[in-house]
């Protein structure tokens, strides 16, 4: 069987129906493989940084893999910022490299890295040097990908043996190892902390979503009573609408917030690591007694010195706390503490959400909330109004808010919605970006008209790296508006309508209602461009000041 016909075969067989890429001559082999099938669809994105952002979206809105396909070299690297974002966010996909010929390996032949450069990105790096084993080794690629903790896997193949004929062999029935089942002492030492503990609180991450176990996050934390705050991944695992949800842990949390973890006397923390952007770097004031649960063993204790330490998946994990803890165990006032913080953010935000343009980024993001149904699946990517959103804009399921963790790069808002599109063919897609971010990626909307892909978009445009342009001006002796173009203003639906997506300009709530009503009922792909004010405050400093009175600017 020829190599190529093997890989995708087998990529066919482990469930993978899209592959993300870039063609160049090296993946001829392979592009000449897909397109024999009818079930598994090759979308050309316009940079290879967009393949690994796209398969990553597709990966978090549904939880199924996707593949990615680059040339060697540049098109590996420039994958690298999409993989090093799936790896930190325990997103699986498999990422298709063709390698080098070993023959001219070491003489600086084109496009020719080592194939080591991308241990550090990925969970699993595996070079292919057996054509024969290529089967077996894409088979146990997605395997990998898919065994929790999940993440990326690379299989580098090496282009002289894709054309070729080899005898292939066949892969033994594989499926991901089970994730493991919590030790019954370690559970019974949790439920007797959380248990008499007064004033509980519980940290979601994104383990919860991996593990599918929202509704048992849920459950032990009604039998709790205690607030629920979520990371920047665990986001929408926990509807934003329900009571017991008090935001998210970021840097731009409000004082209350941090109050009310500072206050609680016992935290279970739920499929989160402590990671160093959330918490501002471990200087978080977290409750003396705090049980974590974990399958990352290396992740225990990250920061902050545990009670009660668990390695196990959340579902098992939840289920049997639940089951541990008396029906009755706690009394915390979950509801109303969540209330208070929620509460106090409205306030803080108040003299922000002016309707009268320029609109504030706070106030742009409600009147897009307000205007898209709750199951619309929302691609959000990294900038100053996406902090402002971990705040303001309410996420309403597990797999409907989608946003890069710790990683927090850049331009993944349009490319990560084009595989969340794909995903849920039946669900609306909606892509929130900054025009700093949109610029990173700008081409994707070319991907999604040529391919077909009725996304939304929704720019916000303030014509600045706006959230690094306060801190400058703030924080360094660096001139005020030395970062923008305002002298070069971008005209969204001009550049839009020049790659063959229609677009509109929406500077109003009642603007921003119309437009997106519009755009959500069309099969192709639109834009709306939402000016925003380029003088506003940023989020993390406007909600930590004490003093709420003054005027925004």
């Avoid at 032949?109 to 292919?128: A, M, S, W």
Wanted: hydrophobic residues 40%; proline residues 7%; aromatic residues 4%.
């Amino acid at each position: 069987m020829r190599v190529s016909r093997a890989i995708v075969d087998q990529l066919a067989e482990g469930g993978i129906d899209t592959v993300f890429g870039i063609p160049g001559k090296q993946t001829l082999p392979l592009n000449e493989a897909i397109e024999a099938r009818e079930d598994v669809r090759f979308v050309s994105t316009r940079h290879e940084t967009a393949v690994s952002h796209a398969a990553w979206g597709y990966a978090e809105t549904s939880g199924r893999p996707a593949a990615t396909l680059v040339v060697p070299g540049p098109g590996d690297m420039n994958a690298m910022n999409g993989l090093k974002n799936a790896r930190n966010d325990c997103t699986p996909l498999v990422h298709i490299a063709v390698e080098t010929d070993p023959t001219v390996r070491g003489g600086d032949g084109i496009h020719e890295t080592p194939p080591d450069t991308y241990d550090n990105v990925v969970k699993e790096n595996t070079l292919v040097e057996r054509p024969s084993a290529v089967r077996v080794e894409v088979a146990q690629a997605i395997e990998t990908a898919m065994t929790p903790p999940k993440g990326p896997v690379r299989v580098g193949v090496p282009k002289n043996v894709l054309p070729e004929e080899y005898a292939i062999a066949t892969p033994q029935p594989l499926s991901p190892a089970s994730p493991p089942a919590p030790a019954e002492g370690d559970i019974e030492a949790a439920a007797a902390c959380l248990a008499s503990a007064d004033r509980p609180a519980v940290l979601v991450g994104g383990g919860v979503r991996s593990a599918q176990a929202g509704s048992e996050l849920v459950s032990v934390a009604d039998v709790l009573d205690a607030p629920v705050i979520t990371t920047y991944k665990g986001k929408g695992i926990v509807p934003d609408e329900n009571d017991r949800v008090a935001g998210t842990l970021s840097g731009s949390a409000s004082p209350e917030l941090l109050d009310c973890l500072a206050d609680s006397d016992a935290l279970l923390a739920v499929g989160t690591d402590f990671d160093a952007v959330a918490t501002r770097r471990w200087s978080v004031e977290m409750p003396d007694d705090i049980v974590q649960i974990t399958l990352s063993p290396g992740d225990l204790g990250t920061g902050y010195d545990l009670t009660v330490g668990i390695v196990a998946d959340a579902k098992h994990a939840l289920d049997a706390l639940e089951s541990a803890l008396d029906e009755t165990a706690g009394d915390g006032g979950g509801r109303k503490r969540a209330t208070v913080v929620r509460d106090a953010f409205d306030q803080r935000i108040d003299s922000l959400l002016d309707d009268q343009p320029p609109l504030s980024s706070v106030g742009a993001l409600r009147a897009v909330r307000e205007a898209v149904p709750e199951g619309t699946v929302v691609s959000v990517d990294a900038g100053g109004f996406r902090v402002w959103g971990l705040n303001a804009f309410a996420a309403s399921g597990p797999r409907a808010y989608v946003n890069p963790g710790s990683w927090a790069t850049m331009g993944t808002g349009l490319p990560a919605a084009l595989g969340a599109q794909l995903a849920n063919p039946d669900r609306d897609v909606l892509a929130l970006t900054g025009d700093g971010g949109l610029m990173m990626c700008i081409h994707e909307l070319h991907t999604a008209a040529s391919e077909g892909i009725p996304v939304t978009v929704v720019v916000f445009r303030n014509d600045d790296y706006a959230i690094i342009s306060e801190e400058a001006e703030r924080a360094f002796e660096i001139s005020d508006g030395a970062y923008d173009w305002s002298g070069a203003p971008l005209d969204f639906v001009a550049i839009a309508a020049g790659m063959g997506v229609e677009a509109s300009r929406a500077e109003t709530p009642a603007a921003i209602e119309a437009e997106l009503a519009d755009a959500l009922d069309s099969d192709d792909t639109r834009l709306v461009e939402i000016p925003t004010d380029p003088e506003e405050p940023q989020a993390s400093e406007w909600l930590s000041r004490s003093d709420q009175s003054g005027d925004a600017n």
